[in-house]
């Protein structure tokens, strides 16, 4: 929120000063609440330990011990105790009818008043009318999301017309590099089943 409206400010015509008492929110040791720690949120941990961040996670199995040390994690056996000592809350989980709608009013009111939600995953892991209604009201600060549905939102929507929100286009893995890797990767998958071997990168192995 901070980065965009600073990027606004210091464009519009209108600026003529920048205020000295808006301030931003301090990452550097908050709380960071990373539900779903498959890969992609171990590498977010592994980020956030760069930022001296107190990490918790939530998944369906618990990593190692030398994995949660590595990143200096804490496991939450029940989301809802991540949920309430979280600053920033991100969502790094598959969609399924399992994760459909994970967070509702009920999990956007366990969350602190100054919190934000980050989604990262897939649009319908969140309610979005419970989501629009909690940052109306402020039942939480902000939210970032990179995933959204539909993709592209109706113009109307009225998540489009609030303040406390950073919209972004699922620009995740919109690398030139990243976008090749991924390219070689589905190739590697094609030839190998054409091959008879194993795929490397099988969703669920036998």
């Not at 908050?30 to 539900?35: D, W």
């Not at 030139?176 to 589905?186: H, K, L, P, S």
Request: proline share 5%; aromatic share 6%.
């Amino acid at each position: 929120m901070y980065l965009h409206s600073g990027c606004q400010i210091a464009v519009s015509p209108d600026t003529k000063y920048f205020a000295v008492d808006w301030l931003g929110v301090e990452v550097t040791g908050a709380t960071l609440g990373i539900i779903g720690m498959g890969s992609i949120g171990y590498k977010v941990a592994q980020r956030a330990r760069a930022f001296n961040m107190r990490i918790l996670y939530h998944n369906r199995n618990r990593r190692t011990k030398e994995e949660e040390e590595a990143v200096g994690a804490h496991y939450c056996e029940k989301m809802e105790d991540l949920l309430q000592q979280s600053d920033f809350v991100m969502l790094v989980v598959n969609l399924t009818p399992e994760t459909h709608k994970l967070i509702g009013k009920k999990e956007l009111g366990l969350m602190k008043p100054t919190a934000t939600v980050i989604n990262i995953s897939r649009g319908a892991v969140i309610d979005q009318d419970a989501l629009v209604e909690a940052l109306q009201n402020k039942v939480i600060r902000a939210a970032a999301l990179d995933v959204t549905y539909p993709e592209p939102l109706p113009r109307d929507h009225p998540l489009l017309k609030l303040n406390n929100i950073i919209i972004t286009t699922h620009i995740g893995t919109a690398t030139v590099q990243a976008i090749r890797m991924m390219a070689e990767e589905a190739i590697a998958n094609i030839l190998a089943v054409l091959n008879g071997q194993p795929t490397p990168s099988e969703v669920f192995p036998k």
